[in-house]
């Protein structure tokens, strides 16, 4: 039996009955036609540009109440279990926050200890440092520490008494106002962790009923990425700042003063630092650099050689494992929207701009594939459809 032949002349092979049973069409898709967005929509967009603006507007206090959210988010399970344990949510809730307080204020004394005792001694021997760096440097670097000196002494010589005065009294008070302003956090926990149970329940009877799905995912990405982010940059950080501190101390023992005499400042630093993905680290490293260019050539080889091996483990090792699951952006995005962060919002604006991002990248996505599920519609829904129809006509 000759085999059909198609018009373009080639053979085509024909299924036998069985094989023809025994093969399943495959399901086509295509998607609907997309709907304009509701009135809620609308609202909700409004509403989002709106808060976005009173954010950009207000980095250093939204920065604050961030980290009230951290600590609320840390605190939160302990009182619970409090809870569960018979103890009073308010008396528990008083005894994470006052415990808070407590560590918070030996970690203010510790930083101001560090100030006063390291920070500000060392800029003010930054001049003893950089002449002790001159009489070692090749021509070309001592011409530029030659520069820089002058600049220096320059600029201090041209400083008024009077405006010293005036610039010390303004730093006080704006160390104090910025103290004040910080006491406000211990009551935002405290409140938020009272009331708890009852905004949840509040805020949840609130929703309509089709809204509460896309609210609730919608609020625990913002809270995961928020609070998980700082989370890790903390535990980095702490992790950052006593490998620093044990290894500056390490080889202070071997190549002595001045390296030797900051070496909680230097852990501090780095410390704070790791706030700064990609530029926070390289930063560290500019004090240590100097302080290694006083002492001795040693230290510069044992310095640069040891932050070498550290950033290599934070790139590779801290990172990828404790931030890499919140941020997961490239290291150039993450570069340039730090850049942004800054160039809005000046350092607030630098630390506040990974977990932000992440929060409107991880909400677009699941707005986006919500919208696309939806539209999405396959061929034996529109054959189901349309055989409901004829049997409806058919009846009527």
Do not use: C
């Not at 032949?5 to 036609?33: C, F, L, N, W």
């Amino acid at each position: 039996m000759n085999e059909p032949v198609d018009p373009q002349g080639s053979v085509s092979a024909t299924p036998s009955s069985a094989e023809a049973s025994s093969i399943t069409p495959a399901k086509s898709v295509r998607y609907k036609p997309m709907q304009m967005p509701s009135a809620p929509f609308w609202l909700i967009l409004i509403a989002a540009i709106a808060f976005v603006a009173i954010v950009i507007a207000a980095w250093s206090v939204v920065f604050m109440f961030a980290v009230g959210l951290v600590l609320f988010a840390v605190l939160l399970p302990v009182v619970n279990w409090l809870e569960r344990k018979g103890i009073r949510r308010g008396i528990g809730a008083l005894l994470m926050v006052g415990l808070s307080v407590l560590v918070a204020i030996a970690l203010g004394v510790l930083l101001f200890r560090v100030i006063f005792d390291q920070l500000l001694p060392f800029f003010a021997n930054i001049p003893a440092y950089l002449a002790a760096m001159q009489q070692t440097a090749p021509p070309w670097l001592a011409s530029l520490i030659e520069d820089i000196l002058n600049a220096i002494h320059g600029a201090v010589s041209g400083i008024e008494p009077e405006t010293i005065v005036l610039g010390f009294f303004t730093g006080v008070l704006g160390v104090v106002g910025t103290v004040l302003t910080w006491t406000l956090v211990p009551f935002f926990v405290f409140y938020m962790l009272v009331d708890e149970p009852r905004m949840a329940k509040g805020f949840q009877s609130g929703l309509p009923a089709p809204w509460k799905p896309y609210v609730n995912t919608s609020v625990r990405i913002f809270i995961d990425d928020f609070v998980r982010y700082f989370k890790a940059e903390v535990v980095v950080g702490l992790i950052q700042g006593t490998a620093v501190t044990i290894g500056v101390f390490i080889i202070g023992l071997i190549v002595g003063a001045p390296l030797s005499d900051y070496v909680i400042l230097l852990g501090v630093i780095a410390g704070v630092m790791e706030l700064l993905p990609q530029i926070g680290p390289i930063i560290a490293l500019i004090p240590a650099l100097i302080l290694a260019l006083a002492t001795s050539p040693l230290a510069v080889v044992l310095v640069g050689g040891f932050y070498m091996v550290v950033f290599i483990i934070e790139a590779n090792v801290l990172v990828p494992k404790i931030e890499g699951e919140v941020i997961s952006f490239r290291p150039a995005v993450v570069l340039f929207l730090v850049a942004v962060g800054i160039g809005v919002g000046g350092i607030i604006g630098g630390i506040l701009a990974l977990p932000v991002s992440a929060i409107v990248r991880d909400l677009f996505s699941y707005v986006f594939h919500q919208m696309e599920r939806q539209s999405l519609v396959e061929e034996e829904e529109e054959e189901q459809e349309a055989l409901t129809a004829s049997v409806a006509a058919t009846v009527d």
